[in-house]
């Protein structure tokens, strides 16, 4: 069986359902367990729409009551925005480990203010940017959220794919090989992402090179839908096994108290 550990809840303001509908919905689809993981609480709002400081413990509770009921275990995550700023580097250095996450995963959702995977504008900025130099920024950026220790497992590693614009195939390895290697150093995995299937890059993060690379460094990996309701759960997860067990990958992430453990991957998933 496969654990989903990256879904959303409504205090995101961008996704539905409730916790214990998810729950139901996990055990439907077979799944061993599942960690919700809304985006780290902010009050400005200003890197795009979380819940507010004050409602994370909302959120706890959230969690807490639908873990009472729920057919399966439910794990307490959340997804952590990198950014390099140092207000936000003493926030998380002191929040972060202060509170009782099972799972902290770590993102770059953007290149120096730039949302890379927005419409408008940002998309537009794609034809303009020298895609290379992009990426190369992006992953040195995911190399120094690997160096602060303070998160779990990178959630789709390889995003700047999102809206289609890659580097030539031959640059991908120097451009991502520095940041697997901080990753690997770090004792961090890296999260098989299937909603990259529904974006117009059309692949899971990450892509096939770029796992293979991660097995070499014996960076161990997890299974997210990236879910933002409860119908997206466990989506797409029978390719991402595929696509692990061709990177050659094993096993796979289970999580209790941000303590990693690898347990087998499952002979086949089959999406009920
Ligand atoms: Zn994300
Ligand atoms: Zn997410």
């Known amino acids: 069986m496969l654990a989903d550990y990256h879904m959303h809840t409504t205090l995101c303001r961008h996704a539905h359902g409730t916790p214990e509908e998810y729950a139901a919905a996990a055990v439907r689809r077979g799944l061993a367990e599942i960690c919700f993981t809304d985006h780290v609480p902010l009050d400005d709002q200003k890197f ?35 950014w390099p700023e140092q207000e936000f580097m003493d926030l998380f250095r002191e929040w972060l480990p202060a509170q009782p996450f099972d799972v902290v995963l770590g993102s770059v959702h953007a290149i120096r203010g730039w949302v890379y995977t927005n419409g408008g504008a940002d998309l537009e900025k794609w034809k303009t940017v020298d895609v290379a130099a992009a990426w190369q920024e992006y992953f040195d950026l995911v190399g120094q959220m690997a160096d602060t220790g303070l998160f779990d497992i990178v959630t789709h590693l390889d995003a700047p794919k999102h809206s289609g614009y890659w580097p030539p195939a031959a640059q991908i390895p120097e451009i991502v090989q520095p940041a697997l290697d901080r990753i ?35 960076i161990p990996i997890s299974f997210g839908s990236d879910s933002h309701g409860p119908a997206d759960l466990g989506r797409y997860f029978d390719q991402a096994l595929k696509l692990a067990k061709a990177a050659g990958y094993t096993h796979c992430l289970r999580m209790r108290g941000r303590k990693k453990q690898l347990v087998p991957l499952p002979h086949d998933f089959a999406v009920a």
Not at 54 to 78: D, K
Not at 186 to 198: D, H, K
Request: aromatic content about 8%.
């Open 184 to 218: 690997a150093a770090a004792g961090m995995g890296i999260e098989l992402n299937t909603s990259g299937l529904i974006r117009p890059c059309k692949e899971i993060y990450p892509s096939l090179p770029i796992l293979v690379m991660a097995r070499e460094r014996g």
């Open 48 to 82: 795009g729409p979380t819940m507010l400081r004050s409602e994370f413990p909302v959120y706890q509770e959230m969690i807490a009551r639908c873990r009472a009921t729920a057919g399966l275990p439910v794990l307490f995550g959340i997804e952590a925005d990198f």
